[in-house]
């Protein structure tokens, strides 16, 4: 009877690991002008024992020279604050000041913010007021003709 129960806990648990791997990482939306896209996570954590690497391809997004690129996060990301960081491409190199962001759910990032060269923005989730591994990036290209 001891054994039975034994497996039995060991299969539960298995099962509830198993099924924390497949939780749905939380999305965030970019607006430009009429132009709305989600973007998946590069990388979420769960909590500090549970980080999750998803394919890194990153979306780009076209804004106009005097436009803003607007973040929407969802609730879990606003509720433990969220760092927004330009960098420029190729060389990752800062543009400007990364902005942290406390009880909001969404940032504007100038179209202008690296001279009208593409640039990669790169949000970034909190916990305790330094990042957690989780992050969302894509590209902003500047263009007049979207």
């Known amino acids: 009877m001891r054994r039975v129960l034994g497996c039995g806990l060991t299969a539960l648990a298995c099962l509830l690991l198993l099924s924390a791997c497949t939780k749905p990482a939380p999305k965030v939306t970019v607006q430009t002008g009429a132009f709305s896209t989600t973007i ?16 890194l391809q990153l979306p780009e997004v076209t ?8 973040i929407d996060v969802p609730r879990a990301v606003v509720h433990n604050g969220w760092r927004v960081t330009a960098l420029a ?5 800062k543009v400007g000041s990364p902005a942290t962001v406390q009880d909001s759910h969404s940032f504007r990032v100038a179209a202008s913010t690296n001279n009208g060269n593409p640039f ?13 591994g989780s992050r969302w990036s894509f590209v902003v290209k500047v263009s007049d003709s979207t």
């Not at 024992?49 to 998803?54: L, M, Q, T, V, W």
């Not at 804004?63 to 607007?70: G, Q, R, Y």
């Not at 491409?89 to 190199?93: M, R, S, T």
């Open 40 to 55: 998946t996570p590069s990388s979420y954590c769960f909590d500090a024992a549970h980080c999750h690497r998803y394919a």
């Open 63 to 70: 804004a106009k020279p005097d436009a803003t690129v607007l």
């Open 120 to 132: 990669i923005v790169q949000v970034a989730q909190l916990r305790h007021g330094t990042p957690d």
């Open 89 to 93: 491409v190729p060389d990752l190199a």
